[in-house]
């Protein structure tokens, strides 16, 4: 038997390394001016589209099947639509010069018709609005810096400086109505409207018992009907505002609580409130019935008239006692808040019965010193200090 002997040749087969795969992808991209094609095989492609308008990047990434030309129409009419919507945005998003708004009058109207959230002191924003009416909404900035400083230098009715407080005051008006109307596209976007407060001290007043006794000796033979929204106020934290517009409807003599209902409050919610126990009976029967507000006067006529702003009586009640002091109506939401942090009760429920957002009382009333300065007495009485 003749054996066959058959000669096998060993074919090599060489694959591209993944550089060279690379490279030779590279070399089938298809880059035009706003888009590149990677094909994925034979007939797919990965559509990637950009374009930028006013330094914004519009985008469009898309798998194509088709032909090599076809993927490159396809692209290109991708751009237009990317294009064409940047457009639609410019022209929806920012209206054109004719209807932009062109004072600061204007833009004040425009904010007192669409802000739903209005300031609790409106007296401000008159002001602001009497001083800059015919200025153009984008040199507000500069205008109001150089009234800022006018009063800087200028002396109130009363013979005082203006306090950081008040030129704050306007700085916050001036600021929340350009910014209001930059948020509603209806000035240019790059109207600038950013001015540095003035630095302010807290009111760090010292108030005894002593002094609220003498205050209110003065209240009783000087203004008696401030007398129950002094004694009010001294035993609830409240803020003035809130006791003025305070209406008798909102009392509840059987829960003993009285209700600052949202639209009068400065936190935009409405604030529950006890009452002391000294003025259940002013509550319950000494509010007339011909009068919707909890606190009320008798004025010259003999009518009752609700309770307005009382500076002026407020400030003499205070001359009169002799303290010494400016004590101010807003002391006493300070002074009652502390004797409630003093007497134990949790700084959460101060807070909600206050209306405030934040813990103003470890801040403020330095409640963390208040107990260090106790624990520092009981230390020295044991002779540990």
């Known amino acids: 038997m003749m054996a066959v002997a058959t000669n096998r040749s060993c074919q090599v087969l060489s694959f591209p390394s993944p550089v060279d795969r690379s490279k030779q992808q590279e070399k089938q991209m298809i880059k035009g001016l706003n888009y590149t094609i990677e094909p994925i095989n ?6 990637k589209c950009q374009i ?10 898309e798998t194509f099947s088709g032909t090599r030309n076809k993927a490159i129409r396809r692209a290109e009419e991708i751009v237009r639509d990317l294009m064409d919507e940047a457009e639609r945005i410019e022209t929806s ?24 959230k209005w300031f609790s002191n409106k007296c401000h924003l008159d002001r602001v609005e009497r001083e800059f009416k015919d200025t153009p909404i984008d040199q507000v900035q500069e205008a109001c810096k150089s009234f800022l400083k006018l009063l800087e230098d200028t002396f109130t009715s009363r013979g005082d400086v203006y306090s950081p407080h008040t030129l704050n005051r306007y700085i916050e008006r001036v ?24 630095p302010v001290e807290p009111r760090d007043i010292d108030i005894s018992e002593e002094d609220i006794t003498a205050l209110f000796a003065s209240i009783r033979e000087h203004r008696p009907y401030l007398l129950p929204i ?31 209902k949202a639209k009068n409050s400065k936190n935009r919610k409405g604030v529950t409130k006890p009452i002391p126990p000294n003025l259940h009976g002013y509550f319950s029967n000494e509010i007339p ?18 309770l307005k702003r009382f500076t002026k009586a407020w400030r003499y009640c205070v001359e009169m006692s002799g303290i010494g002091k400016d004590i101010r109506f807003h002391d006493l939401r300070h002074y009652s808040s502390t004797r409630m942090v003093n007497s134990g009760i949790p700084e959460r429920q101060i807070m909600d019965i ?31 200090l």
């Not at 003035?240 to 008798?248: A, N």
């Open 93 to 116: 998003g920012h209206p054109s010069s004719l209807t932009l708004l062109k004072t600061f009058g204007e833009g004040v109207q425009f904010y007192k018709e669409n802000d739903k």
């Open 289 to 306: 019935d011909n009068i919707k507000s909890a606190f009320f006067r008798v004025d010259r006529n003999g009518d009752t008239v609700p």
């Open 175 to 198: 600021c929340r109505v350009v910014n209001f109307c930059k948020e509603e596209k209806q000035i240019p976007p790059n109207t600038q409207c950013s001015i540095k407060k003035y």
């Open 52 to 61: 930028k308008r006013n330094g914004e990047p519009y985008r469009k990434q």
């Open 230 to 260: 002094a004694e009010f106020a001294v035993k609830v934290p409240s803020r003035l505002g809130e006791l003025l517009k305070l209406e008798k409807g909102s009392v509840s003599p059987n829960d003993e609580t009285v209700r600052i």
């Open 42 to 47: 034979n007939e797919t492609f990965r559509i």
């Open 354 to 384: 206050a209306g405030w957002k934040t813990p103003m009382l470890s801040t403020y009333f330095h409640k963390d010193s208040i107990e260090a300065s106790k624990n520092a007495v009981r230390l020295m009485k044991e002779g540990k």
